[in-house]
């Protein structure tokens, strides 16, 4: 028998299959908190109750997984392209009561400011993380959320992602800000200037911007800035799992 011939014959069928999802931590930062986007359930199992946005692979029309991602999130919040991260893959036989389960955990990172009132549907609601932990969340997505802002906080610790969120023109002050509030932890000052500097992925504007101590220089993007840019031991804190 040819392998074509096998194939024809073949029963994908034949073999139990689990079910097979996506899940995504969401995350934008408003009023200088970090916050995290979750989905009330309205239908069983965990009925009423939150969860992460997520749902099915589509067979038929996802090319691959990190199409379905992209989808999910393009209907939860409408934005196509933001930063998107494969967190870990996850599949047990207790996680969901339907049966055997793998869910693919990503986490997205967006600018809160790009969302429109409309793009979010009723069922969801932005937490802040600490009061997503206490909701009592679906499936095993306690878990999940914790292992999603661990690795956004590891991943902050030593590449640029931050900046992203950051407005077209800003202080150092508010930067370092960011990466604080982000990783809920403060950071050497003198230290997180001279690396940031020194990455050439910020250029000064020539503007200033009065502050309550002295006019602040200005800093945007330069032509060489990526998410990915790691910063050779930029953040000497440690961090501790949730």
Known sequence: MTESEFLKKYNPKEFDAPLCTVD??????????????LIKRVEHPFKNHWALPGGFCD????????????????????????????VESIGNASRDPRGWAITLLYFALIDFDSLQTDEVAESTQWFTLTDALKSDLAFDHEILLRKAVNRLRHKTRYTALPISLMPSEFTLTELQSMFE???ASSLPTKSFRRRVEASGLLVETGEMRA????????YARSEFYSDDHIFPGLLDVVIQDL
Do not use: C, W
């Open 24 to 37: 995504m931590a969401i995350f934008a930062v408003e009023k200088e908190e970090l916050k995290v986007l």
């Open 59 to 86: 067979l038929k029309n996802d090319k691959d997984i990190s199409e379905t991602a992209h989808r999910k999130l393009l209907e939860k919040t409408g934005i196509t392209s933001p930063y998107l991260e494969q």
């Open 181 to 183: 509030l982000i990783l």
């Open 211 to 218: 502050t309550a101590r002295r006019p602040a220089a200005l």
